[in-house]
């Protein structure tokens, strides 16, 4: 039978619209250069996006854009739903294109509303289905949601909102971390590693179901939700940390040909 499914080390960024997912797409392509050798496929998923900060290989808007919706008379939500949803059509396509590469490795970029393409049944099929077992899912927590602690909470629940759905390891990344201050990233990070603090914060803000969050939380640590990962993608700190994360996960082999020169 024939089988849509791909099978290399796959990077599927995911994340609310805004929290960076385009611009880290770019950051660990160059990672992957710089440290690997390794020259990813770069997919574009997003049919509304005008401009990707890196040059795709692969590309959605080549089969399907939001614009075409726009222009038969969509209203801008139906249009963008009714443009991921096309995109199940263009699977066969998709998948040839990427296949015929034989990529070392894929970074997909995943359309700005994460909501229409991770609970959607369609973006589903394609992480279950088209998607190999060597995939990771960097899940983005926008910095200026998730440096409160109802804005963490509301944050991690989405990220478990991803995993319900989709079968594949996520990482938590703390994006833009540059525009955050040091003592602001040991905060959210002390929020996502200790739920007694994270209940005595939401209860100084009067946040009503703290304690229930603490029990939550508690039962979420380490098997679930990871600690956060502080990433940015223009400045310090950096994505050496995710980088060697991904790594880890997808298995990726030694340095093949940057061997030192011969004596
Ligand atoms: N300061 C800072 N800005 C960023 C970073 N990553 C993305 N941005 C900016 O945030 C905005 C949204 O980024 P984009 O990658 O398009 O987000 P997406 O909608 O999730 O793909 C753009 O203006 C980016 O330049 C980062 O690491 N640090
Ligand atoms: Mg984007």
Redesign the pocket.
């Known amino acids: 039978m024939f089988s849509l499914r791909l099978d290399y080390p796959t990077i599927l960024l995911v ?10 797409a770019k950051a660990l392509m160059e990672k992957a250069i710089e440290q690997r050798d390794i020259y990813p496929l770069m997919v574009n998923m997003d049919p509304g996006v005008e401009k990707t ?1 890196y040059d795709p290989d692969v590309d959605v808007r080549d089969y399907v854009t939001v614009k075409e919706f726009l222009d038969r008379g969509y209203g801008p939500n139906g249009a963008l739903i009714a443009a991921v949803d096309k995109i199940i059509e263009y699977i066969g396509p998709l998948t040839a294109e990427i296949a015929e590469s034989e990529p070392e490795l894929i970074i997909i ?1 995943t359309p ?1 509303q994460m909501e229409l393409f991770t609970h959607r049944p369609r973006g589903e099929f394609l992480v279950k289905y088209v998607l190999g077992p060597r995939t990771v899912i960097p899940f ?1 927590y926008d910095p200026a949601v998730s440096i409160t602690p109802e804005g963490y909470v509301s944050s991690a629940f989405l990220e478990l909102s991803v995993r319900v759905r989709m079968p594949v390891y996520t990482l938590s990344v703390l ?5 955050l201050s040091e003592e602001q990233i040991e905060y959210v990070i002390r929020l996502s590693t200790d739920p007694e603090f994270l209940k005595l914060e939401l209860e100084s803000r009067g946040f009503a179901y703290a304690h229930v969050m603490r029990r939550v939380f508690h039962e979420f640590e380490n098997d679930v939700l990871g600690v956060l990962i502080p ?5 310090e700190p950096g994505v050496d940390d995710l980088w060697a994360e991904i790594e880890e996960v997808l298995g990726l082999a030694e340095p093949k040909r940057h061997a030192s020169p011969s004596a």
Request: hydrophobic share 30%; aromatic share 0%.
């Open positions: 994340g609310p619209a805004g929290s960076g997912k385009s611009l880290l900060p970029d700005g983005l994006s833009k971390a540059d525009i990433t940015s993608s223009v400045d």
